[in-house]
């Protein structure tokens, strides 16, 4: 049995020109068809001439060329042109003349350059046939000469409506390739910055601390172990982040949740932050987007801290509500001090267009008693 869809993939990949060759067979074949005899064009009304040797020419002129009208449709038009010429002007009148209107419609439609030059020539060479028509005892009036060429005409706008078409769905389909590119790009950097940057804010406080406890054995093991776990979770995260990009490279990436936040909140506690996180109601069994984001605020928030407010309490709040995840986290002292209350760093401002992209909103700024503080409410949709 013929697979149809295997054999349309084949026939897409073939030249262009094997792929018009049909048509120019067709219309080759046309003279041969009984009842098309004496259906063709006439203009000018010349008398009906028998075929001969010429007019043979002629067919071959008006039809084989249309197997190159998208590959070179300036010479597909020439030498129909010329073929139709030969046929009008000697008499065969063969329906093979229907190329002539194809013809143009193919130049409008995939000629790239100097279009109007060509439409220019193509209007003098018309003005020259009907001129030569005229001296050869042509019985028709001007009204015929025009509707015909106007039916040219016709064809040519309609070839040129297909190409300025083709030429906007093709610009349409390069701007959403830029700008899913554009927005595959920031969402690369802001995965990027809210891992790398959270683990190397961490493994550099645990180096720092473990500086002023190299006296201390027992101590000093335990801050480079802090140390290496940080950076076996960083590792595992990259991993994760490039199984996204590379879905097809290994198992199924992680997610990472809300139920994960003990372990950042762990994290922070060896590198010397101390944090308190407090959970009201109960997580969903798999996390959603919802909770990819609060996990991500806090994440955020508690490198801020580590960076800005280093050994400052910090207080880690999370509401599952009904339809929506508060995130809250409060930081004595200026736990992002180069940041304005609008959100002006890149990692608070690529929080706030994920939380914004889910419904939600986001808030970073000191407030009164010297605190600082990160809010975030994401929707989460009613819960079944």
């Not at 043979?56 to 039809?63: M, T, Y």
């Not at 706008?157 to 390069?174: K, M, Y």
């Not at 932050?273 to 605020?297: D, I, K, M, N």
Request: hydrophobic share 45%; proline share 7%.
């Amino acid at each position: 049995m013929i697979d149809l869809g295997r054999a349309r993939a084949v026939w897409a990949a073939c030249d262009v020109t094997v792929r018009d060759l049909p048509l120019a067979l067709a219309v080759a074949a046309t003279p041969l068809v009984p009842a098309l005899h004496h259906q063709g064009t006439q203009l000018g009304g010349l008398p009906n001439r028998p075929v001969d040797a010429l007019a043979v020419v002629a067919v071959v002129l008006q039809s084989f060329p249309l197997a190159v009208r998208r590959r070179w449709p300036s010479l597909c038009l020439l030498l129909v042109s010329l073929g139709f010429a030969v046929d009008q002007l000697r008499g065969y009148h063969t329906v093979t003349g229907v190329a002539l209107p194809i013809a143009v419609f193919s130049a409008a439609a995939h000629l790239r350059e100097r279009r109007r030059a060509t439409a220019v020539v193509a209007s003098v060479a018309y003005v020259t046939l009907v001129a030569a028509l005229v001296r050869a005892g042509a019985t028709e009036g001007p009204s015929d000469f025009v509707t015909f060429y106007l039916v040219l005409v016709v064809s040519g706008c309609i070839g040129a409506w297909l190409r300025q078409t083709r030429s906007v769905e093709e610009e349409n389909r390069r701007r959403l390739a830029e700008t899913t590119r554009a927005g595959e790009r920031a969402l690369i950097a802001r995965e990027l910055h809210d891992v790398v940057t959270h683990h190397v804010t961490a493994m550099v406080v645990q180096a720092e601390s473990a500086r002023y406890v190299t006296a201390h054995p027992a101590r000093l093991d335990e801050a480079l172990t802090a140390v290496t776990d940080t950076g076996r979770r960083a590792i595992d995260d990259l991993r994760n982040l490039l199984d996204v990009l590379d879905p097809g490279h290994g198992p199924q990436p992680r997610t990472p949740g809300v139920g994960e936040i003990d372990a950042l909140v762990e994290q922070a506690r060896q590198a010397g932050q101390p944090v308190e996180l407090l959970h009201e109601g109960s997580p969903p069994l798999v996390p959603g987007t919802a909770e990819v984001a609060a996990y991500r605020v806090v994440q955020e928030a508690l490198t801020n801290a580590l960076k800005h407010a280093r050994g400052s309490r910090t207080l880690v709040r999370v509401r599952h509500g009904d339809d929506a995840l508060d995130v809250e986290v409060t930081t004595d002292g200026p736990a992002s001090p180069r940041v304005s209350p609008d959100g002006s760093g890149r990692g608070l401002i690529g929080l706030r267009e994920r939380v914004g992209l889910l419904g939600g909103g986001l808030s970073a700024s000191p407030e009164p008693g010297g605190v600082f503080v990160v809010r975030a409410q994401i929707p989460t949709g009613p819960r079944r």
